[in-house]
């Protein structure tokens, strides 16, 4: 059995300079990026023991079930469960280690870094409103994420990532950067086109791509994509539906309303808000137009409010429709069908002639 080691007394996040919620892409970037300031090679003597103090932490932080160990035995609070390849303690115990040089060859860019910049500050200026819209319902990478990534730049990279950020700034109107997730989706997209090969050298796989996805998901997410995803058509249809209700309709709608009879937001299997931010950001737009588009018709708020609950889990239905199996998706639509989630039938078969 190997040897339980004893827990560090030290805190392993500040010997990272990283938080505690820090994520596994975080860590390696700060591990590798404070390897590269510390290292004796570049330090000198001096930098061994602080060289040596950054593995550890990394040996720890890296394992999943290390760090949950670590995390209990100094009282914090379970933020998530740290699953996946992240790393493990190494049978390596020398003085100071570098980190190994395991990067998979990286496919070649197609374009200059120039060039891709170029093209994404020109873009900017013919985002649709329903692109704008997904921007701003995007999840963009975390601050903090984003700090730790500049924080170990060149200054050369880091100057020309502030330029692009104050392009963008200069594009767009203040009131559209102060969206919700505008920005920060913009500028995580605009620091993977700078950044790119900065990150092929000092990332491996899998958390290359990690940061890659985590940088590049807002963006991609909002831009090219329909507002409401593949079952747009089938939206729009029903929020017209929900503008011709009576106030009797919005009375009976809301009786399907309540949190009780709503239950938790369903989600087809293998598809989830952590897994598709496309199909997520279609969903918070659709929920949120259909809500308002119920009347209010001089009714009581509270039964408004139930009506537009309702209404907003239909769409959130709608939206999935191609992803739930037939009878899940029935089933869960049939408090509203056939009147606002019309039944869907096969088309009849056309009967061909019989040759002569």
């Given at each position: 059995m190997a040897p339980r080691h004893a827990v560090p007394a030290e805190d392993l996040?500040?010997?990272?300079?990283?938080?505690?919620?820090?994520?596994?892409?975080?860590?390696?970037?700060?591990?590798?990026?404070?390897?590269?300031?510390?290292?004796?090679?570049?330090?000198?003597?001096?930098?061994?023991?602080?060289?040596?103090?950054?593995?550890?932490?990394?040996?720890?932080?890296?394992?999943?079930?290390?760090?949950?160990?670590?995390?209990?035995?100094?009282?914090?609070?379970?933020?998530?469960?740290?699953?996946?390849?992240?790393?493990?303690?190494?049978?390596?115990?020398?003085?100071?280690?570098?980190?190994?040089?395991?990067?998979?060859?990286?496919?070649?860019?197609?374009?200059?870094?120039?060039?891709?910049?170029?093209?994404?500050?020109?873009?900017?200026?013919?985002?649709?409103?329903?692109?704008?819209d997904r921007l701003a319902a995007a999840d963009p990478a975390p601050i903090a994420f984003g700090a730790t990534i500049r924080r170990f730049l060149p200054e050369d990279l880091r100057t020309a990532l502030e330029r692009v950020d104050?392009?963008?700034?200069?594009?767009?109107?203040?009131?559209?950067?102060?969206?919700?997730?505008t920005r920060g989706a913009l500028e995580a997209y605009a620091a993977e086109l700078v950044l790119g090969s900065f990150l092929d050298?000092?990332?491996?796989?899998?958390?290359?791509?990690?940061?890659?996805?985590?940088?590049?998901?807002?963006?991609?997410?909002?831009?090219?994509?329909?507002?409401?995803?593949?079952?747009?058509?089938?939206?729009?249809?029903f929020i017209r539906r929900l503008r011709m209700l009576d106030a009797r309709d919005v009375a009976?709608?809301?009786?399907?309303?309540?949190?009780?009879?709503?239950?938790?937001?369903?989600?087809?299997?293998?598809?989830?808000?952590?897994?598709?931010?496309?199909?997520?950001?279609?969903?918070?737009?659709a929920a949120r137009d259909a809500a308002a588009a119920v009347p209010t018709v001089s009714l009581d708020a509270a039964l408004v409010g139930r009506a537009r609950r309702a209404a907003a889990r239909i769409a959130h239905l709608v939206v999935l429709r191609h992803a739930f199996d037939p009878a899940s998706y029935a089933a869960l639509t049939a408090p509203w069908r056939p009147g606002l989630v019309p039944d869907e039938r096969p088309a009849a078969r056309v009967r061909r002639p019989a040759a002569g």
């Open positions: 996040y500040a010997q990272l300079e990283l938080p505690p919620d820090a994520s596994p892409e975080a860590i390696e970037v700060a591990w590798r990026g404070l390897l590269r300031l510390h290292h004796p090679d570049v330090a000198g003597p001096a930098g061994l023991e602080r060289a040596k103090r950054i593995n550890v932490a990394h040996d720890w932080l890296s394992d999943p079930g290390l760090r949950a160990r670590y995390d209990r035995d100094r009282g914090m609070t379970a933020r998530r469960a740290w699953t996946g390849d992240h790393g493990h303690v190494r049978a390596d115990r020398s003085p100071v280690r570098e980190p190994a040089d395991d990067r998979r060859p990286t496919a070649r860019r197609p374009t200059d870094p120039a060039e891709l910049v170029a093209r994404f500050l020109e873009r900017l200026s013919s985002l649709t409103a329903d692109e704008l104050a392009e963008i700034g200069r594009r767009l109107p203040a009131e559209v950067l102060g969206r919700s997730g050298e000092l990332l491996s796989e899998p958390f290359r791509e990690r940061t890659r996805e985590r940088l590049t998901r807002g963006w991609d997410a909002a831009v090219g994509q329909p507002r409401y995803g593949p079952n747009g058509a089938r939206v729009e249809a009976r709608l809301a009786t399907t309303g309540t949190r009780d009879r709503l239950g938790d937001e369903p989600w087809p299997p293998g598809v989830s808000v952590e897994d598709d931010e496309a199909l997520r950001i279609s969903s918070v737009l």
